[in-house]
C-alpha cells in the first residue's frame, strides 16, 4: 500500500482549517495545519518533510504565501507549492514558476484532484 500524501494546510481561519483538514483525512490524505505562516515554518523544520503545502496568499502575522512559498523551495525542494486566493490571478503579484494556483472558492474535490494529481502520475 503506498504512503499516504502528507500536506501541510496553512489557513487562518480556524473553522475552515478544521472543515477542510478533516474532509481531506477522509480522502486518506494525512494533513498537518498551521494557523499562519511562521507556523508553518516550524513545521517545515521537522523531520519527515512534505509532499504539498497548500496555503492562502493573504495570511495574518507578517508572511504572506508567496513569501512561505520561497522558504518551502529552499526547505523541501521536492514539495508541491498549491496557494489559493479569492483574488483574480491578475490582481495578484506575479506567483514564483513552481507554484501552483487554485482560485476561491474552489470546491472540496477541486482541491482533492490537485493535491493527488503528481501522487498517482508516480
Do not use: C, W
Not at 482549517?17 to 515554518?41: K, N, S
Not at 512559498?69 to 514564483?96: C, D, F, K, N, W
Request: proline share 10%; charged share 20%; hydrophobic share 45%.
Amino acid at each position: 500500500m503506498p504512503e499516504p500524501l502528507r500536506v501541510l494546510m496553512v489557513e487562518d481561519q480556524q473553522d475552515l482549517r478544521e472543515l477542510i483538514g478533516q474532509a481531506l483525512q477522509d480522502f486518506g490524505i494525512e494533513i498537518h495545519t498551521a494557523d499562519d505562516g511562521p507556523a508553518a515554518m516550524r513545521l517545515l523544520q521537522e523531520p519527515g518533510g512534505f509532499d504539498v503545502v497548500f496555503s492562502d496568499i493573504s495570511m495574518p502575522n507578517g508572511m504572506s504565501g508567496v513569501e512561505l512559498s520561497a522558504h518551502v523551495a529552499e526547505t523541501l525542494p521536492h514539495a508541491r507549492m498549491i496557494l489559493a486566493s479569492g483574488y483574480a490571478r491578475s490582481q495578484l503579484p506575479p506567483l514564483p514558476a513552481h507554484v501552483e494556483f487554485l482560485p476561491k472558492p474552489y470546491r472540496l474535490r477541486q482541491l482533492v484532484a490537485m493535491l493527488q494529481a503528481p501522487a498517482e502520475a508516480h
